[in-house]
């Protein structure tokens, strides 16, 4: 196959720049509530905006990823159909508000996130949780094995890095559940960044730990926010590995539900978000790797990285809207 075949095969390119679109309103939207200390509505002004801005779209797009089952979402719930109906179909994955007590309380790394790929291309996760593991790119394959040791991971990325495994720093969610974590990674004399949300933040920022500071996630989150991570990591050759917990039987039903076979399989990053990837976030509040929104009187500025997999593309967008009405 030729570059012109292939490209004709993937998504079209002109999804890169319009996706970008569909976070930029749903950040703008939801910077407006931050410290308001209202989450809920937070989340609904951003859910919103990117519905109305995704239904722009000339595709024929399914939310596999979006804010819930269909009886728990009024709008972008599990296997809502978005865009003009006009274009390829492809899967979405989504979150207007990654990060919804972050922006609440006006906190450090909220985003507005979004995954497109191929029809049949991501991972139709139940909203458990999922154990992680990730680090970014530039390691080789198996690096990581989420059944080893925090000790093992840790010793083996600082070998690849070539420095102590002092010099390394752990991204864990900061939960009473990963309290033998952090007491595992710290007796390895690694560093460890604590979160109080937005694991799909902590997963992309070892993809620039230069910039971010954070080499390799650790622990359970969202199995929602473990598809998006690992569309982040497919367009930049980062590595994850992901099991979900289905450890009730109700819990086992709806994976099987949702076509999920076997409960113990290891996801990686390339089973959770196949073929061509787009992935897009737009910073809500400020953080390590995105500014977040800007107000001016008469301009608002916006910061958004957007990813291709199949070029390895990452665009970094800072922009600056006059036409205020837009939003």
Do not use: W
Not at 82 to 101: C, M, Q, S
Not at 200 to 216: K, L, N, Q, S, Y
Not at 231 to 252: F, N, V
Not at 288 to 298: E, I, R
């Amino acid at each position: 196959m030729n570059i012109a075949q292939n490209i004709a095969a993937g998504l079209d390119r002109i999804l890169t720049m319009e996706v970008v679109r569909v976070t930029e309103r749903a950040a703008v939207a939801a910077a407006r509530l931050r410290g308001r200390g209202d989450e809920k509505a937070a989340d609904q002004v951003a859910v919103d905006a990117m519905r109305q801005e995704l239904n722009r779209l000339a595709i024929k797009g399914t939310v596999v990823i979006g804010e819930g089952e269909r009886d728990e979402a009024p709008m972008l719930y599990i296997g809502e159909e978005v865009g003009t109906g006009k274009g390829p179909a492809v899967d979405i994955a989504l979150d207007p508000l990654e990060g919804t007590t972050i922006c609440a309380k006006n906190l450090p790394n909220a985003l507005a996130v979004i995954a497109i790929a191929e029809k049949g291309s991501l991972l139709f996760a139940p909203d458990v949780y999922m154990d992680k593991i990730a680090i970014g790119p530039g390691y080789a394959e198996g690096l990581i094995d989420i059944d080893a040791s925090p000790a093992e991971n840790l010793a083996n990325l600082a070998g690849a890095k070539g420095v102590a495994v002092s010099d390394i720093t752990a991204c864990i969610l900061d939960r009473p559940r990963h309290a033998k974590l952090i007491d595992a990674v710290r007796a390895t004399g690694a560093a460890i960044r604590l979160i109080g949300d937005g694991d799909v933040a902590g997963v992309i920022h070892t993809t620039d730990p230069d910039e971010t500071g954070i080499d390799i996630y650790l622990g359970t989150g969202g199995a929602p926010e473990g598809v998006l991570a690992a569309a982040a990591l497919r367009c930049t050759g980062g590595q994850m590995q992901g099991r979900l917990i289905l450890d009730t039987p109700e819990k086992q039903a709806r994976a099987e539900k949702m076509g999920i076979s076997d409960p113990k399989r290891v996801y990686r990053a390339q089973d959770m978000a196949r073929g061509d990837v787009l992935f897009a976030a737009t910073g809500v509040t400020d953080g390590n790797l995105l500014d977040g929104v800007k107000f001016g009187h008469t301009f608002i500025t916006t910061h958004t990285i957007v990813l291709r997999s199949s070029s390895r593309t990452v665009r970094e967008i800072k922009a600056r809207h006059q036409d205020l009405d837009k939003f």
